[in-house]
């Protein structure tokens, strides 16, 4: 029993090492991303329906640790049609695919309008090939100006490439 346990225990240990090893969440890595946000299950106090679109740029900078630079355009219901730049880090948990985000944006709507919005994100990474992903999440962004009306939550789908450097 102690030697099947014991070869039990390397086998583990030598399969952890081959997926530390071809982890596709490894530093040195390019990202490039697009998503589709709203889709009618984004909620505001000001309006009842967005649709967005957001690309992304990043760079993995350590293993597990991605930090990116977004573009965003939002256009829907009464709102304001809204341009974001902005900021944002994601943390990806290897075993399973999950990454949790944070993100800083700064919001433009027309002449009147503008907001600096801390956000965070809950998503998973499902590997289509080798480097292509699909990437639901499911976001919040916090408003300082006017929490009630501009803060939201939603979901959206993304398409994310990492690409080795």
Known sequence: ??????????????????????????SDKYFIGASLSGMDLNYSGNEELKIGVQAQLGYMFFDNVLGYAEVAYNNGGDAPHTTTVGLGGRYYIEQ????????????????????????????????????????????????????????NIGIKVGLGIYLND
Do not use: C, W
């Not at 225990?9 to 490894?26: D, E, G, L, N, R």
């Not at 944006?105 to 699909?134: C, I, Q, W």
């Open 1 to 26: 029993m102690m030697i099947i346990a014991l070869t039990m225990a390397v086998a583990a240990q030598a399969q952890y090492y081959y997926q530390k090893s071809t982890t596709p969440f490894h």
């Open 96 to 151: 399973n695919g999950l990454f949790l985000g944070a993100k800083v944006n700064y919001v433009h709507a027309n002449k009147s309008y503008d907001d600096l919005m801390p956000g965070v994100e809950v998503g998973y990474s499902f590997f289509l090939s080798r480097t292509v992903t699909l990437e639901p999440a499911i976001y919040y962004n916090q408003s300082f100006k006017n929490h009630s009306d501009y803060s």
